[in-house]
């Protein structure tokens, strides 16, 4: 074989190399989408006094969707708007349950109940018992005892965040770390977290997140975020609620 056959056999093995090379994986510049829709599903186990809220122990579950569109792309990274909806939330309250027995003592004759009462109050709970007895003037005596056991009450909302941002670094990466922020408000089906609080919401959430590309330009991202909602004192009271919740995410586009 001749130097000529020789070098052109080694520029064909080297382009079909490339080819093949381009063929299965896509350049770098492609893990990037115009436009994006996600599934996702978050959890956050309690709420604290995080940033702004004063509301504790509150449970959040969600399930939703978000679109999300580039635009601008520079030196490996990206900002993109970001829209979401949550079709489903649950909101759990830690509830004290309260059940109290009044009993009437005739000063003849057996003893006879005259009434019992239970009540759920969402708001910190602390188990508890206790008796006491009310001897007026005139009549039978009156022993009223309580019970206090805790449970939890679940509300069903929806929540949309139609302003929202998205800005991912090293756009050339399978792995792209990413920080996002959104806006928007909640509406449940009745007041949370408390009684006296209000049943519309607003909310805003924030935080980071890592995005993993696999089969061409689907990928699953990873986000814990900052989440809070309250009222601004549209209702009698406005604990607020701060929340970490945890996200796991599903998104498809091109």
């Not at 130097?3 to 093995?13: D, G, S, V, Y």
């Not at 896509?26 to 956050?44: D, H, L, Q, V």
């Not at 993109?80 to 079709?87: F, I, K, L």
């Not at 005596?141 to 949309?160: D, K, L, N």
Request: charged share 15%; hydrophobic share 35%; proline share 6%.
């Amino acid at each position: 074989m001749g130097f000529r056959q020789c070098l052109a056999a080694l520029i064909c093995l080297l382009t079909g190399s490339v080819c093949i090379a381009q063929s299965t994986y896509p350049r770098a510049e492609e893990y990037s989408r115009k436009n994006g829709w996600t599934i996702f599903t978050e959890y956050s186990n309690t709420s604290s006094h995080l940033l702004m809220g004063g509301s504790r122990q509150r449970e959040l579950v969600t399930l939703g969707g978000a679109y999300t569109r580039r635009v601008v792309r520079f030196h490996a990274t990206q900002l993109s708007y970001q829209a979401e909806v949550r079709p489903l939330v649950f909101e759990s309250d830690p509830v004290e349950i309260m059940t109290t027995t009044y009993t009437t003592q005739a000063s003849t004759g057996p003893v006879s109940v005259t009434g019992s009462v239970s009540e759920a109050i969402p708001q910190l709970c602390q188990p508890a018992s206790g008796s006491s007895t009310f001897a007026p003037p005139v009549g039978p005596s009156i022993t009223e005892t309580y019970t206090i056991v805790c449970g939890r009450q679940w509300t069903f909302a929806q929540a949309f965040s139609p302003l929202g941002f998205k800005y991912s670094v090293m756009t050339r990466h399978r792995v792209q770390p990413f920080f996002v922020g959104t806006l928007g408000y909640m509406y449940s089906s009745r007041p949370i977290p408390v009684a006296q609080a209000e049943a519309f919401n607003f909310v805003f959430d924030f935080g980071p997140g890592v995005e993993i590309y696999h089969r061409g330009m689907r990928s699953v991202s990873l986000e814990c975020r900052f989440h809070h909602f309250s009222n601004r004192d549209t209702a009698e009271e406005n604990p607020g609620t701060d929340n970490l919740m945890y996200k796991l995410s599903y998104s498809f586009g091109r």
